[in-house]
């Protein structure tokens, strides 16, 4: 599978890349993959093991007369986004990604491409593989479940690894070097709320709203994008005026992932059917203006459904949850004052759901300051607590605090100017780099992350400009090449 991307050059970082492709690995399954690269570890005849949680290290001993330079940790997950378009069949936990190459950039058929983090895993083992790189001591460390909960750097065993310098090869922009990234927490709000049998007099409505971009909660959260979740939210809250029941919605897939798609049925009386319809016809029309050629795509359908045994929520119950969910934060909070352009706190609306009178929801709070963090959280837990829902603020991991004045970053510069010929600039990001994880576990660490250009990342629209694989590439070498002159 994927026999084109042997092809491609640089060689060595697209053979990896396909054993990627090739090899299923959604959070939570990446054992097949771990599998592979010990097997593939043996027959290099470097040194792997495992700790406790089962993030993988492989080590390679310097390049003899090296011995004396600098320790390089070289850090990427192993695990990517599983996003499919509707209605394209894809077993993430089985099926390969199948990629394809339009106009200098690889994209996948109908899914996430996975070149989050897997250009930077590539990258990695193409590194240890290279026969023809002078370096100090490596050690390669692939952590588990990032996307999902960070779990593996949250776990990472202490006290176990041995270098001084790490380079994250999981960012998304080429000619960028970042030195610092938001911390932040999962809220998970869950309710069992009371309904009542379908009336006589009451008809069931279909609502679906598709056709948005989705992409990175984080990094994407300042783009003119649509959240599925808040504007489905929204029609739902101007048919509560005509007195409908919330009988079921799904919206959404990942707390990480900016939603592309929800859905919910409604029981209104069927008396104000033709005018629900009219309301769902006009706020389309709203909506597609409001969001303009940010996110153009969106379709807000609206179908009488046939009667079935749905039972609606009471009418209370959905007025009071159509509320706290049309109340609640979603977006960009506050800009940062101190790194211009860059998102201070933010949250997204990412997972919700109702089904038989369980109400769920997954949103993802971020901050560059991790007390901000906590009080969005606990904006959560003040609105949501007052229908008497559950409440839980869970995975919070802290951010990394940015050290301009980092010697690794001082080589990075200037090595980036002797071969690219310009200075790259350097950021902050507003995701959750496992850079903020690792730091407080090893403190003494110096950081410093960079990739290669990746667009439409935790969507279906994902790709990964090739040619800025291969300045990628030459810069990691380069870079490990006078690392290993210190």
Not at 20 to 45: F, I, K, M, Y
């Amino acid at each position: 599978m994927n026999a084109h991307l042997a092809a491609l050059e640089p060689r060595l970082v697209w053979q990896h890349f396909r054993t990627l492709c090739n090899t299923p690995r959604p959070s939570g399954h990446e054992a097949a993959l771990v599998a592979t690269l010990e097997a593939w570890a043996d027959a290099q005849g470097l040194a792997h093991d495992r700790d406790a949680f089962g993030n993988l290290r492989i080590r390679k001993p310097a390049t003899p007369g090296c011995e004396g330079a600098p320790g390089i940790v070289m850090q990427g997950h192993l695990d990517m986004v599983a996003q499919a378009n509707a209605g394209h069949e894809h077993d993430f936990t089985r099926d390969p990604i199948r990629t394809v190459v339009k106009e200098g950039w690889l994209h996948a058929e109908g899914t996430t491409l996975g070149a989050d983090n897997g250009m930077g895993v590539a990258a990695i083992l193409a590194v240890l593989e290279d026969p023809e790189l002078t370096h100090g001591p490596l050690e390669a460390l692939f952590t588990l479940e990032e996307e999902t909960s960070m779990g593996g750097a949250l776990n990472l065993a202490e006290n176990w690894l041995e270098g001084s310098l790490l380079l994250n090869l999981d960012s998304e922009d080429r000619g960028e070097v970042y030195i610092g990234c938001a911390g932040g927490a999962d809220v998970v709000v869950d309710a069992q709320l009371p309904s009542a049998a379908l009336q006589e007099d009451e008809q069931l409505l279909s609502l679906s709203l598709t056709g948005l971009k989705g992409g990175h909660s984080g990094m994407d959260i300042h783009q003119p994008l649509g959240n599925a979740n808040r504007l489905l939210v929204r029609v739902l809250w101007a048919l509560d005026a005509l007195d409908a029941r919330l009988v079921s919605y799904q919206g959404g897939t990942l707390r990480n992932a900016i939603p592309r798609e929800a859905f919910a049925q409604v029981a209104l009386p069927a008396d104000d059917m033709d005018a629900a319809l009219a309301t769902v016809e006009a706020l389309a029309k709203t909506l597609k203006a409001e969001l303009g050629s940010g996110d153009s795509g969106l379709v807000l359908t609206a179908q009488r459904a046939e009667q079935a045994d749905a039972e609606p929520l009471t009418r209370d119950a959905s007025a009071m949850l159509l509320a706290a969910l049309h109340a609640a934060p979603c977006g960009v909070e506050r800009m940062s004052a101190d790194v211009p352009g860059v998102v201070e706190t933010s949250n997204n609306l990412g997972v919700l759901s109702v089904e038989e009178g369980r109400f769920h929801l997954c949103a993802l709070v971020r901050s560059l300051h991790d007390s901000a963090a906590e009080a969005m959280a606990g904006r959560f837990q003040a609105l949501f607590g007052l229908m008497g829902a559950r409440v839980k603020v869970e995975n919070g991991y802290p951010g990394w605090a940015p050290n301009p004045e980092s010697p690794l970053l001082a080589t990075f510069k200037t090595r980036h100017a002797a071969l690219m010929g310009y200075v790259p600039e350097v950021k902050v990001i507003h995701a959750g780099l496992e850079c903020g994880i690792l730091g407080s576990k090893y403190p003494h660490l110096d950081m410093i992350s960079f990739g290669p250009l990746i667009r439409g990342a935790h969507s279906p629209d994902e790709r990964v400009e090739m040619a800025s694989v291969a300045e990628f590439w030459a810069m990691l070498r380069d870079l490990v090449e006078a690392l290993a002159k210190k």
